[in-house]
């Protein structure tokens, strides 16, 4: 069964410290990976990856994906409170079809 | 506001009742897909539509659930004789091509209560 894992599920920081969160998925057909932001409404798009190894930046966000390890990271850096949301990933598969992960609760305190 | 727009934002239901949700996509976006989420779980895929055509429903449940994105007019996902179950959160996004080129947007999602 296709499956997309984040940890950790829950985290919670101060503002000023990195964050790295982690997606790890078994996915048949793997087109690309998908990381979203999602506050109370949307889910908001933060990159999208299809090449191993090659770092995708906006602003203090980063990520990048190891095809070989099935496996991705989002950086956050100097966290500030705005940053505090569910953070999915997501895998793109097959015909435009998104497995999800179950996502990571993100909790920046002042 | 050129993104995804859903409507209603809230609806409540009665068992057995009709729920209708509808998903207009941002402009020059000709592929719709509804997602489910759940309480406490992550979205789930339903359906992959184009106008006139669904090209992948293996998501959606095989009763009571069906969906249209019609020539003209918004995308429609319907359920029929609602269940307590069905009460979750339902996102559409569009994307302009079929292909892994572009990303797919998401609107602010249906919260669809059964009572």
């Known amino acids: 069964e296709d499956k997309v894992v984040q940890s950790p599920l829950s985290l919670v920081v101060h503002e000023g410290d990195t964050v790295t969160l982690n997606c790890s998925y078994e996915v048949t057909n793997f087109r690309s990976l998908l990381w979203y932001k999602q506050e109370k409404k949307a889910p908001t798009f933060l990159f999208m990856l299809t090449s191993s190894g090659i770092e995708k930046k906006s602003g203090r966000l980063s990520s990048i994906l190891d095809k070989k390890e099935l496996s991705s990271i989002l950086n956050i850096t100097a966290t500030q409170t705005g940053d505090s949301a569910i953070y999915l990933c997501?895998?793109?598969?097959?015909?435009?079809?998104?497995?999800f992960g179950q996502g990571t609760r993100l909790t920046i305190n002042p | 506001n050129a993104g995804v727009m859903q409507n209603p934002r809230h609806l409540v239901r009665r068992r057995g009742q009709e729920a209708r949700l509808r998903c207009s996509p941002m402009k020059g976006h000709s592929h719709v897909y509804w997602y489910r989420q759940l309480p406490e779980e992550g979205l789930k895929f339903m359906v992959y539509l184009q106008k006139e055509n669904i090209i992948d429903e293996s998501g959606m449940p095989k009763e009571r659930f069906s969906a249209e994105f019609p020539k003209e007019g918004p995308s429609i996902l319907r359920i029929q004789q609602v269940v307590r179950g069905d009460s979750a959160a339902y996102f559409c996004?569009?994307?302009?091509?079929?292909?892994?080129?572009?990303?797919?947007?998401f609107g602010d999602g249906t919260r669809l209560s059964i009572l």
């Open positions: 996004a569009s994307s302009p091509q079929g292909e892994w080129g572009q990303p797919q947007h």
């Open positions: 997501a895998v793109g598969q097959g015909a435009q079809k998104l497995v």
